[in-house]
T-cell receptor, first 112, second 113 residues
């Protein structure tokens, strides 16, 4: 069965520091992987996605993620965090059908 | 292109009532999926509609139902509301295929009293 684990419930970083959010997935076939961001009271905005090909994926707002099949991971990174990046981040894997399985999310706090 | 729109944005109902939520997908998108987001259960898939047919369904009771119209707009209905149905209901649209990216609307916040 498909599943996603985001081991960090809450992360606090200083503005300008680097960021890495962890995501581990379980899926039998080649996964389609996504990172979404959600600001309070809002829907989900797609940051980036991995379907196939290059394992380092570039997204919007300066984010990138690296797919590592051997580790079943799809960690999200950003070299320098901005205060506006404070939000909740969700990793998701797409099932065989057109439905997404989400992790429990990581809440990011940015301190000035 | 306009994004996914959901109406209403906020809704308050009482136990036992029923509710209908509406979702208009991005123009040209034919697939609409619904998700429930709660603090306890996180984001869970409800169902997906494509060309007016339910194509996939998550693990929710029959009180949760939906439909899709010929213009791809979708509605979901929850009958006999329970307190636990309080949640943010998110709609997502995609062009068609299972490999297409899903784009989410802002959600409808349902509160059941």
């Amino acid at each position: 069965a498909q599943s996603v684990t985001q081991p960090d419930i809450h992360i606090t970083v200083s503005e300008g520091a680097s960021l890495e959010l962890r995501c581990n997935y379980s899926y039998g076939a080649t996964p389609y992987l996504f990172w979404y961001v959600q600001s309070p009271g809002q829907g989900l905005q797609l940051l980036l996605k991995y379907f196939s090909g290059d394992t380092l994926v570039q997204g919007i707002k300066g984010f990138e993620a690296e797919f590592k099949r051997s580790q079943s991971s799809f960690n999200l990174r950003k070299p320098s965090v901005h205060w506006s990046d404070a939000a909740e981040y969700f990793c998701a894997v797409q099932g065989g059908a057109n439905n997404l399985f989400f992790g429990t999310g990581t809440r990011l706090t940015v301190i000035p | 292109k306009a994004g996914v729109t959901q109406t209403p944005r906020y809704l308050i109902k009482t136990r036992g009532q029923q509710v209908t939520l509406s979702c208009s997908p991005i123009s040209g998108h034919r697939s609409v999926s619904w998700y429930q987001q709660t603090p306890g259960q996180g984001l869970q898939f409800l169902f997906e509609y494509f060309s007016e047919t339910q194509r996939n369904k998550g693990n929710f009771p029959g009180r949760f139902s939906g439909r899709q119209f010929s213009n791809s707009r979708s509605e979901m209905n929850v009958s006999t509301l329970e307190l636990g149905d309080s949640a943010l209901y998110l709609c997502a649209s995609s062009p068609a295929l299972s490999t297409d990216t899903q784009y989410f609307g802002p959600g409808t916040r349902l509160t059941v009293l």
